[in-house]
């Protein structure tokens, strides 16, 4: 499985980003999806996830109610929609699909939200 993330930026805050990842190769193999984020000198921490079929999401409680993700299985795409973003919202934003107990990633895009 590839991915490919694209859609980030700079923003103010409580500014808008659209994330987008590209998923392609065995992709019909996919459990579930998500977005991970790792800001400078920090740990990869996950964000939010989506199940298969998109009927089941999780999100951390830092960005509960801000951020959404879907998924079009029909385009192999998946996507995060985050508003009221936070200077502390600053990462670069990783795609992950699990695919028979092994983890897939993508390369990242930068989120860079300015106070």
């Known amino acids: 499985v590839h991915l490919v993330e694209s859609g980030g930026g700079l923003v103010q805050a409580g500014g808008s980003l659209r994330l987008s990842c590209a998923a392609s190769?065995?992709?019909?193999?996919?459990?579930?999806m998500g977005w991970y984020r790792q800001a400078p000198g920090k740990q990869r921490d996950l964000v939010a996830t989506?199940?298969?079929?998109?009927?089941?999401?999780f999100y951390v409680d830092s960005v509960k109610g801000r951020f959404t993700i879907s998924r079009d299985n029909a385009k192999n795409m998946m996507y995060l929609q985050m508003i009221s973003l936070k200077p502390e919202d600053t990462a670069v934003y990783y795609c992950?699909?699990?695919?028979?107990?092994?983890?897939?990633w993508g390369q990242g895009t930068q989120v860079t939200v300015s106070s």
């Open positions: 190769g065995s992709t019909f193999s996919i459990t579930s």
């Open positions: 992950n699909a699990y695919v028979r107990a092994r983890d897939y």
């Open positions: 989506i199940t298969n079929g998109g009927g089941s999401t």
